[in-house]
């Protein structure tokens, strides 16, 4: 099985620590983390994916709004620049070092171009600043 993220996402299960809008959207993130910590598979997807799923149902959500499409951009960008991966990829698995990797230019602000803009901005920050300290995605050495 493959799990379908959108760009932004790569970057916020870096700081999810089990809370989120609905007990709906937070039941479903925490089996998507499981599954990604047990090493499953990513496709990158365009639009909503696995994690917006039980927001497409309640009448304000954003997840189709251009703001969050720009953010998906500039996640993209961020993270195949800071991974090092082709334009062109779509397929990734992410292990312990990459996530290692990844938080460390989270706490540097090198993939932070995509949230200037996010409500949870300050609340990230924060987490980042603990040490991402208690959050849920630990993923496999390998
Ligand atoms: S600030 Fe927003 S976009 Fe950035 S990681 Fe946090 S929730 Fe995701």
Known sequence: MTLRLRPHHLLCVLT?????????FVANYERIVARLNDGETIEIVEGPDDICAPM????????????????????????????????????I????????????????????????ACEWSELCSGIARKNFRGCRFQPPLS
């Open 56 to 91: 497409l149902k309640e009448q304000d959500h954003h997840c189709h709004n251009d703001s969050v499409k720009l953010r998906d951009r500039q996640a993209l960008d961020a993270v195949i620049t800071e991974l090092g991966l082709g334009r062109d990829v779509r397929i």
């Open 93 to 116: 698995r992410l292990v312990s070092e990459d996530v290692a990797q990844l938080r460390q230019a989270f706490s540097n602000g090198a993939l932070r171009a995509a949230c200037q």
């Open 16 to 24: 999810y620590l089990g809370k989120g809008y609905t007990p709906a």
